[in-house]
Structures are given as structure tokens and as C-alpha cells.
């Protein structure tokens, strides 16, 4: 009874959490996470002073409403036991609580959560699981500024062009990367090819582009190997698509400052980039909702729109209890997500049928490399040595060029497919490993600190970087075999 009337009158801002180790002190109680989120909510805490705050500026001039996200928080939610992360985001589910992140890996949960809310699924957890030992961090304390700050507004200079890096000082829009395709292939046109893979619900034009510098035809006896990169398949994860813009920009400008590997990897294989997956669910990040997930493909309740594309590829696709306003909703059936339905179409169907040696899927984030199965972990993948080698080697490249530590594990304990199966199910990976490559892997970009999806332009290049040097060591794997 004393526990339930101390939380009534913290909650109604008669005690403060200041004061709660006293009490604890003097009645010897079990200190309540509601509490400590309360705590970490009231703290005050510097402002960035280098940082202009959206509120200063003129709402007319603000590219979407941060107001929607006003008295938002990320709460991070550690645990010590792997199972409890399954047992977290089941609570959350039940709760409608928005999951950001779930890493097995480093033992977090990541729920974007109000005041109250947070407070519900806190004492929710502590009233079903007494014994669970749970360390709170808020990794984003005002999320309207936070979203803010990945909208950076153009300088009078920006006009960039393919030998400079200003292209990669911000994030860029949809139409701006088509056109700097143009402009590349422009530039180098013995070198690159846009190609059209199909359109989304909304009418926008999926692209891909095509990098090889070979100049005569394969034979059978020595096959040109193709690496296919894509990115952006979850429309909020910014930096997956500046990261693939980013290889294919290096690959360009090493091949022609004449650098041996460049010069190795496109003589010999062929990079096929498809950078931004969802056209429509990136755009919508844009112009209405930035931490929009899905695709914006209508279902069958036509208030709440969008399939998670990454659940709907036709390998173990699982239809979920999900309704379409869940952020993971697969859709119906296999393919119904016209993105899935449409690359799977051109990989069939279209004349380069050169062998998929290797594939890699940028996301965002928890710096993390994962490789199949995603849908269970009772079966293991085909040449699971080689895999766990290449993805070691992945991970240390990037270690050795930016001193991050990318852990390596299995597609499906990062998903928790053992306690929850839908998780798994339906995704890229799996079915192009099953499909298509014969290596297959997630990198899961950064941060695992104060960002998340909302990364900071600044670190553009940064994670371009490092996962350039990963993709030159499996470019080097590839071309050995």
C-alpha cells in the first residue's frame, strides 16, 4: 500500500524525485524505475549553445511540424539478461509503445515514450516482473530540437558538384539524389548506368545505379561478380542512404585517381546501389513525419497506411497479429509491398543475370553486423564459417579505420526470432541469401549513444568512412574467390 500511494503522489508533483534516495534510505525500499525516469526527465541539462533551436525560427519556415513531437523522449531501457529484451518489447507492444531499437547485442531497448507513458510501462514491467533489474538513460531528452538538427538548411554555396565533398555536408531529399545520379553519370559515363526498377504506390521512380569499369563480356568460365548494396528500405534510417551515396562516390573517385584495389574491384566485379529502397516513405520524412518507418502503400483499414518492406519478401514470410497501424506491419501476403514486389521482378527479369557474390543492407542503427538467418535460429546457413569470418573481417576494417567496435551476431538474436518469430520473418536478407548471394549481411549503423535515428550531418562522412573500408575488404574477399 505504501508503494502505491508513494507513486500517486509523485505522480501528482507533491514529492520530488530528489528526494527519493532519502526515502529510500529511511524505509529501506526497492527504488522504483518510474522514479528514475521522472528523475532523468526533470534534470536540467545544458542547451548546445552552438546549435541553433527550431523554436526561434519562424514556423512557415520549418520543413515539417516539430510540434508533434513536443514533450517526446527516447528512453533507454538496459537489462542484464538477454531474454529480458523479448519480455521489454512484448511489454511495449502490448502498451503501443514505439520501439526504436532492440540490441541483443549490447543489452538495450530503445521506446520513444511521454511523460506518462513511459511512466505506465515502467510500473507495467516492475508490477508483472518484480525481480528484473532494469538501468534507465534518456538517449534523446528534447526530440523536436533533436529531429531538427538533421535538417540542415542550404548555404548560398551549396552548389555542389561529383569532385567535391559538398554533397555529403548534409542529408539530401529524393529529388536532389536523383539528380546528382544524373550528374554523376554525366561525369562518368563509361563507368555508371542509372537503371529503373519500377515505381512505388505513390508514382515515384525506384532507382538503381550500376558500377562497373569491365570491358568485355564475361565468360562462363570466369563470371563478372556483382556486390549489390541497398539502403533507406526504412524510410527514417537517413544515414543508410548517405552511406551508400558515399561508397559509390569513393569507388568513382579512387578508380579515377587510379588507386590499385579501386582499379581491382571495378575491373572485376560489378557494384549495383540502390540507395533509397522506400522513395515514398523517404519523402514523407521530408515533407510530414521524419521518424516515419513504413512504405505508404494503402491496406485494407484505410486509416492507417504503410508495410514495413522488410517483412515482406517471400522467404518464411509470416503474416503477423499486427494491425496496418503498426510500425512492423508485414501486409497480407508475401510481396504485397510493391518496393519488395518490384526489386524481386528485376532480379528475375532482367538481363543482368551475372552472379550476386555478395550483398550488404545498410540500416540504422546500434553498429552492428548481422548475418542469416533473421527468421529463426534453429537453422543454420550455408557456409556459416565463412560468413562469421567475412563478418569479423568487416567489423575489424572498420575498427582499424575509425576505432568503433561493430559487434557480430546473428540476424535472428538481434531480432530475439527464438522468443519472437514474426520479428524475423519476411526480410532482405534472408531472401537474398536464400535467393540470390552468396554472402548476405546487415550493417547496422551508428549510434549507440545520444542520436539514434536522428544522427547529426556532421557524422555523414565519419560513417561513410568506416563502412567504405568494410566494403573494400569484402570487395578484396570476393575477387579472391
Excluded at 44 to 66: C, G, M, Q
Excluded at 263 to 269: A, F, I, K, Q
Aim: proline share 5%; charged share 25%; with cysteine.
Amino acid at each position: 500500500m505504501f508503494h502505491f500511494l508513494l507513486v500517486l503522489t509523485l505522480l501528482s508533483g507533491q514529492a520530488f524525485a530528489r528526494d527519493w534516495s532519502l526515502l529510500q534510505l529511511s524505509f529501506g525500499l526497492k527504488k522504483l524505475p518510474e522514479v528514475d525516469f521522472i528523475s532523468l526527465i526533470d534534470q536540467t541539462v545544458p542547451r548546445n549553445s552552438d546549435s541553433v533551436h527550431y523554436s526561434s525560427l519562424a514556423k512557415e519556415d520549418w520543413p515539417i511540424d516539430f510540434d508533434q513531437y513536443r514533450d517526446q523522449y527516447v528512453l533507454r531501457v538496459n537489462v542484464a539478461a538477454e531474454e529480458d529484451l523479448s519480455t521489454l518489447y512484448e511489454a511495449a507492444h502490448e502498451l503501443n509503445v514505439s520501439v526504436w531499437e532492440f540490441s541483443v547485442s549490447k543489452r538495450f531497448i530503445d521506446l520513444q515514450v511521454s511523460k506518462d507513458s513511459g511512466v505506465e510501462f515502467l510500473q507495467h514491467v516492475t508490477a508483472r516482473w518484480p525481480d528484473m533489474d532494469l538501468q534507465l538513460d534518456l538517449v534523446v531528452r528534447d526530440l523536436p530540437q533533436t529531429v531538427f538538427e538533421t535538417y540542415s538548411f542550404p548555404d548560398d554555396d551549396d552548389d555542389f558538384t561529383v569532385q567535391e565533398d559538398l554533397f555529403f555536408k548534409r542529408y539530401r531529399d529524393l529529388k536532389t539524389i536523383y539528380q546528382w545520379f544524373d550528374l554523376l553519370v554525366a561525369t562518368y559515363p563509361d563507368l555508371l548506368e542509372v537503371e529503373w526498377i519500377g515505381q512505388t504506390y505513390e508514382g515515384r521512380d525506384i532507382k538503381a545505379v550500376r558500377l562497373t569499369a569491365h570491358k568485355s563480356e564475361p565468360s562462363p568460365e570466369k563470371p563478372l561478380k556483382t556486390l549489390v548494396i541497398t539502403s533507406g528500405i526504412h524510410a527514417r534510417e537517413w544515414i543508410s542512404v548517405s552511406t551508400s551515396c558515399y561508397i559509390l562516390y569513393r569507388l568513382l573517385q579512387d578508380y579515377e585517381k587510379g588507386k590499385k584495389k579501386a582499379r581491382l574491384y571495378l575491373d572485376n566485379m560489378d557494384f549495383l546501389f540502390l540507395p533509397v529502397m522506400n522513395p515514398d516513405g523517404y519523402e514523407h520524412t521530408w515533407t510530414t513525419d521524419r521518424l516515419w518507418r513504413k512504405n505508404k502503400q494503402q491496406t485494407y483499414n484505410p486509416r492507417c497506411y504503410g508495410i514495413d518492406i522488410d517483412h515482406s519478401f517471400n522467404f518464411h514470410f509470416t503474416k503477423s497479429e499486427d494491425s496496418p497501424c503498426s510500425e512492423n506491419y508485414p501486409g497480407e501476403g508475401a510481396f504485397e509491398s510493391l518496393e519488395s514486389s518490384v526489386w524481386d521482378t528485376y532480379l528475375n527479369e532482367t538481363k543482368h543475370d551475372h552472379p550476386i557474390y555478395g550483398y550488404i543492407d545498410l540500416h540504422s542503427y546500434a553498429e552492428e553486423i548481422l548475418y542469416p538467418y533473421a527468421y529463426t535460429c534453429s537453422e543454420k546457413p550455408r557456409d556459416e564459417e565463412n560468413l562469421i569470418e567475412l563478418a569479423y573481417g568487416l567489423s575489424q576494417s572498420i575498427r582499424l579505420t575509425s576505432g568503433k567496435s561493430y559487434a557480430v551476431l546473428s540476424a535472428c538474436e538481434d531480432k530475439g526470432s527464438d522468443l519472437l518469430p514474426a520479428m524475423g520473418a519476411g526480410s532482405a536478407l534472408d531472401y537474398m541469401y536464400h535467393n540470390k548471394a552468396y554472402w548476405a549481411f546487415v550493417l547496422k549503423l551508428r549510434d549507440t549513444g545520444s542520436h539514434g535515428f536522428l544522427l547529426p550531418p556532421k557524422f555523414i562522412v565519419p560513417v561513410g568512412k568506416e563502412i567504405y573500408s568494410s566494403i573494400k575488404y569484402f570487395s578484396s574477399f570476393v575477387t579472391d574467390k
